[in-house]
């Protein structure tokens, strides 16, 4: 039932001292760009005066306090891709955490980090005789990590601003998801290239 009603939410960026906020609106699998703000100059107007304008922001589209999601910037994210067993099962996030620390260069225990899982886990054959038909292919663990004291200085950011954050997301996991959805997805044999352009680079 809830597929169908309405949803809204928003999506924020901030690159190049400016901010960006979309709000989003889903019907089913349909979703719409219903309303856009950009705030260029943050140093300037500091976090206050950028909250009041997204509160009018939120005003204007009729939101109180809808879902939110904050890109983390590229630069700011490390990507790493692991492999484990299919057999982990329910220990895949100690897994997970005692690789952790020798996936980056900052201090133990020093970044924000979360985790999932390829869902496109098949199974393969096995060719040796006396073996199984198929076993299970291994589980393909995708790991985003921030540096902590530079993710917590813009959460603070966010606060100070009053603007309450849902989520904070690593920009290149939004692409990636993106990329993967089954509506626009290339066929398996066609390459995948994706740009992002911004004031002073290209990704």
């Not at 349909?30 to 997204?54: N, T």
């Not at 590229?74 to 982990?88: D, G, H, T, Y």
């Not at 199974?123 to 073996?131: E, H, K, L, S, T």
């Not at 038909?133 to 601003?161: D, H, K, N, Y």
Request: net charge positive; charged share 25%.
């Amino acid at each position: 039932m809830s597929r169908w009603v309405p949803q809204t939410g928003v999506g924020i960026e901030m690159r190049d001292d400016r901010l960006r906020a979309f709000c989003v609106r889903r019907w089913g699998n349909r979703r719409r760009l219903v309303d856009r703000l950009e705030i260029s100059g943050l140093e300037q107007w500091g976090p206050a005066e950028c909250g009041r304008r997204y509160r009018q922001f939120l005003r204007r589209n009729g939101l109180k306090n809808p879902w939110t999601v904050v890109a983390l910037p590229r630069s700011m994210v490390l990507w790493r891709q692991l492999q484990f067993p299919a057999s982990l099962g329910n220990e895949l996030r100690r897994a997970v955490e005692l690789q952790l620390d020798t996936l980056h260069p900052f201090e133990e225990r020093g970044v924000w980090s979360d985790f999932a899982t390829r869902e496109h886990v098949g199974r393969q054959r096995v060719a040796w005789p006396g073996a199984a038909a198929e076993t299970p292919e291994p589980l393909q663990v995708c790991v985003a990590m921030a540096e902590r004291s530079a993710a917590e200085r813009l959460a603070g950011w966010f606060q100070e601003a009053e603007i309450p954050v849902s989520q904070f997301m690593p920009t290149t996991a939004l692409f990636l998801g993106l990329l993967e959805r089954p509506q626009i997805a290339s066929p398996a044999s066609a390459p995948r290239f994706f740009l992002q352009v911004g004031e002073h680079e290209c990704e």
